[in-house]
């Protein structure tokens, strides 16, 4: 497709009317008649991308040509390199390389499709939505058992005992017994009691998790020591106060004296805009 421009270096000097003979190509302009003959061409260039066509002729220095309309400039191309091929007797030669891309035009055409019947079709065509449907129904039949499957975990063994369901006095129906998953022994010893009992002294408690005033978060970041933290996790800034902008920095994690976190730790920066510097963040 040419666009109606002019490529950098023409300059227009004239505008007419432009008249191809059997001899040479000539221009009606305003400032008077301007003739190309095809005797003395040495050559055509058609710009690919503009309605610009140069012509080279071996009395001028310069190479003059004529800028079309884009709409006109397809077949004034194709009638100028015919006359201009007949000049130098190399007709035969233009129409036989239009003929060797006609047939490869022809080769390159695409085969028309065959038109199916009914009976042909895909079994998802039958199905009201094609294959849109059958794919939401297969991933259905593959999510459901798996829910049961997480609903319901299997049980230990010996856990369950099976009871025959026999029709009780009244119309409701008596649960099934289940048997404990630890049987205990009768013994004589009196029925223990269910207050659990104190634990004695000296039993080690479990360890409370140190942070060194650092929030409670699942990424174990603290104050208190360890390694620095240059690509903090991505949901930091649910447990943390982060600053503005705080994912375009490239420093450490620091927390500042407003209480927000940074990640210009090791800049001259750091921390600018929320009072200075308090301390690492330490993971």
């Known amino acids: 497709a040419l666009r109606p421009r002019r490529p950098e270096g023409v300059k227009v000097v004239d505008a007419g009317l432009a008249v191809l003979t059997n001899r040479r190509l000539v221009l009606l302009g305003g ?8 005797g003395r061409m040495t050559g055509l260039s058609h710009d690919p991308g503009a309605p610009v066509t140069l012509i080279q002729v071996l009395d001028r220095r310069r190479t003059s040509g004529l800028l079309l309309p884009t709409g006109a400039a397809a077949d004034f191309r194709f009638t100028l390199t015919l006359a201009f091929a007949d000049a130098i007797e190399q007709r035969a030669a233009v129409v036989a390389e239009l003929d060797e891309l006609i047939a490869e035009h022809t080769a390159a055409r695409p085969e028309r499709p065959a038109v199916l019947t009914p009976a042909q079709a895909r079994v998802t065509a039958l199905v009201p939505g094609g294959r849109r449907t059958v794919a939401v129904g297969a991933a259905l039949a593959l ?5 049961l499957i997480e609903s319901n975990p299997p049980t230990r063994a010996g856990s369950e005992r099976a009871a025959a369901a ?3 006095a009244t119309g409701t129906p008596a649960p099934p017994h289940v048997a404990p998953a630890v049987q205990v022994r009768p013994s004589t010893s009196p029925e223990p009691s269910r207050v659990r009992p104190a634990p004695p002294r000296g039993t080690p408690q479990p360890p409370v998790e140190r942070r060194c005033g650092a929030p409670a978060n699942p990424f174990g970041y603290d104050f208190c020591d360890g390694q620095r933290i240059r690509r903090p996790a991505a949901g930091v800034c649910d447990w943390f106060e982060c600053v503005p902008g705080f994912w375009s920095d490239r420093g450490w ?19 600018a805009g929320h009072k200075g510097l308090r301390r690492t963040v330490w993971r």
Not at 143 to 147: D, E, K, N, R, Y
Not at 253 to 271: A, F, H, K, P, W
């Open 31 to 38: 400032r008077g008649r301007r003739d190309w003959a095809y």
């Open 143 to 147: 999510i459901v058992p798996a829910m």
């Open 166 to 168: 026999t029709p009780g």
């Open 253 to 271: 994690l620091v927390q500042c004296r407003d209480g927000s976190i940074s990640r210009t730790g090791g800049q001259r920066d750091v921390c």
